[in-house]
């Protein structure tokens, strides 16, 4: 397998370097972009989503054709609390799974995480109002007060008389203010949890965006390429998603979503709206691509909200 992949990156690094990168606009009809619609669309979720950045990335590895300041976009310490087949586990057991435009290939959209099946609620205990005796003459009895220990009446705070009062000439300075005292916290009162750095580059022989994951475990230690797939989701894990070098960054490996099958998929999920009359705006692109690539990494809690709409009515 080690050896196929290697032949196929050589194959694809040759492609690219020949080959112009794209310029001419072909998202409506193919869901590709071409790079000027790749730094808009980066533009535009830097400024929605302030948690977004552009990067330089090491300059040895700078690809010509992008801007040296805006080579590829990342979001840092994205918290990931579970993993990823305990979520599944949970929407499988309440039938929540959902394949979005089937084709004839199977090459649907997977949603992995959609809404679950609501559970019945238990009904509520509330008392009849026979049982209330609502009729009843008896008089109104004290209620126990909470300071009292549960007592039905309270003993006569014993206070002392001024008169009897005398000055011992203690120091009151000189007692120690407990309440003053800060304690360290628990360590167990801290949630620890894995995190990730997430970065979309532009993969020029695919011509679409391509994120990468680089994990971290709960002490902060780089997380190991294997312990990545506990976190993607497992229609997913170790089929669409490799351990490559990234494109920009010199240090480790890193998990990457591979792009072989972006297109398509984003040409289905731009076909929606575009057959109820909406025609989706280009720079809107990385917001539905990054809820696309939320099915395949449904616990890594990224942001891709956005309250602006998806398009236009044409």
């Known amino acids: 397998m080690q050896v196929k992949q290697k032949v196929y990156e050589l194959y694809k690094g040759t492609v690219e370097r020949v080959t112009a990168p794209r310029t001419v606009s072909a998202f409506l009809e193919k869901g590709v972009l ?13 400024a929605k989503c302030p948690t977004w950045s552009w990067e330089a990335g090491d300059p040895s590895k700078r690809k010509p054709y992008l801007p040296a300041d805006k080579q590829f976009l990342v979001t840092r310490n994205v918290p990931c609390l579970r993993r990823a087949i305990s979520v599944e586990e949970e929407y499988d057991a309440a039938g929540a799974e959902v394949v979005l435009d089937d084709d004839e290939d199977g090459e649907g959209w997977l949603a992995t995480h959609g809404v679950q099946a609501s559970k019945p609620e238990e009904e509520e205990d509330i008392p009849s109002m026979d049982t209330l005796d609502i009729g009843r003459s008896d008089g109104i009895k004290s209620i126990p007060s909470y300071f009292s220990g549960g007592k039905e009446e309270e003993e006569e705070e014993d206070i002392p008389d001024m008169d009897t009062y005398e000055d011992t000439g203690n120091n009151l300075a000189a007692a120690e203010p407990s309440y003053f005292v800060a304690e360290e916290p628990e360590d167990d009162n801290i949630l620890h949890t894995r995190t990730y750095d997430v970065s979309i580059t532009y993969d020029k022989y695919y011509q679409t965006p391509r994120v990468w994951l680089t994990g971290y475990d709960e002490s902060r230690m780089p997380l190991k390429p294997e312990l990545v797939f506990e976190d993607i989701s497992q229609d997913h894990a170790r089929k669409t998603v490799t351990i490559e ?19 398509a998929v984003m040409k289905k999920i731009i076909d929606v709206p575009m057959s109820g009359g909406v025609e989706p705006e280009v720079d809107k692109y990385l917001f539905i691509f990054l809820k696309f690539i939320a099915t395949v990494i449904p616990t890594i809690e990224y942001d891709y909200t956005m309250d602006v709409d998806l398009g236009s009515t044409s």
Request: glycine content about 6%.
């Open 34 to 46: 071409s790079v000027p619609e790749f730094i808009l669309a980066g533009d535009n979720l830097v």
């Open 245 to 263: 070098d990234h494109p920009h960054l010199l240090a480790g490996k890193h998990a990457s979503v591979h792009p072989c099958k972006h297109s």
